[in-house]
């Protein structure tokens, strides 16, 4: 696999623009500097993020949320898996019926998916369906989680095939897997995961697959870089994952970043 030389990772960002197609910027974390955090974004060539749903709830509010910066946020409408409770199954009707009526505001649905860490698999499988169901519905991306999960979002894939792609968030897998999901129409989204050296296997699918599969993300605050561990991530940390991106590919920066924004526009719009 070709490397750059490690100079090359200072890259020149005032020329570019860049999406965060994954970043919870609605979490507490960042209510002390929320505002100032936009501003500093819009400065540095980050001119937009999709903030994902993660409960029924949270997707509602969410409404409130991109009214107060409408063009720089996007949102989409999901029960993530790890905030699924007894209710999941009403909650998903409520969900489903809130996407119908709003789906105009809407870039996506999701967060949705498998994560093998939590608990009740059946009760995550039979949600998640009901999310690519509803994608399908409403002509909606899928903004997809996986966590040693695969296996059983292909499963989930073939009994309910998505009509609309979408990205498969914080991706990590082989070539062969990364292959799969761009049959589907999926973009893989790339994260501060390829800035740790234990990620080879991720870092060459990553390196090696065409450059119009990828989109750049955050999940700021969660996923840190290599070097922030235990502090919480922030979407400006979107400029270093460009940069490690840039550093794993053979093309220049500026055809990098055109391609991230072009298919960040084909999947979901914006
Ligand atoms: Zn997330």
Redesign the pocket.
């Known amino acids: 696999m070709a490397h750059r030389a490690s100079q090359s990772l200072i890259v020149n960002t005032s020329t570019i623009e860049l999406i965060d197609s994954?970043c919870?910027l609605d979490f507490s974390e960042f209510d002390s500097n929320r505002g100032e955090l936009i501003t500093s974004c819009q400065q540095q060539g980050i001119i937009s993020l999709i903030v994902?749903g993660v409960s029924a709830q949270q997707s509602l509010s969410l409404l409130n949320f991109k009214a107060q910066a409408p063009s720089f946020v996007n949102i989409a409408f999901g029960l993530?898996p790890y905030f699924l409770t007894q209710t999941a199954d009403a909650d998903m009707q409520v969900l489903t019926q809130l996407a119908h009526q709003y789906n105009k505001q809407l870039c996506a649905i999701g967060?949705c998916g498998i994560d093998r860490a939590q608990p009740n698999l059946e009760l995550q499988q039979r949600i998640f369906i009901a999310h690519i169901a509803l994608a399908n519905d409403l002509k909606l991306p899928l903004i997809v989680?996986h966590r040693q999960s695969h296996d059983l979002i292909q499963a989930a894939f073939k009994q309910c095939p998505p009509k609309h792609g979408g990205v498969i968030?914080a991706f990590s897998g082989s070539k062969e897997i990364a292959n799969y999901y761009v049959g589907f129409g999926f973009k893989l989204g790339i994260g501060g995961i390829i800035s740790y050296e234990r990620s080879q296997k991720t870092r060459e699918t990553i390196a090696t697959i065409a450059l119009d599969s990828l989109l750049i993300e955050t999940?700021a605050p969660?996923m840190p870089l290599f070097g922030a561990q235990g502090q919480p991530n922030s979407p400006l940390a979107l400029i270093d994952v460009f940069t490690h991106l840039v550093s794993l590919r053979m093309e220049p920066a500026a055809v990098i970043a055109a391609q991230l924004r072009q298919s960040c526009n084909d999947i979901f719009r914006i």
């Open positions: 994954h919870h994902p993530h967060e989680h968030h999940d969660s």
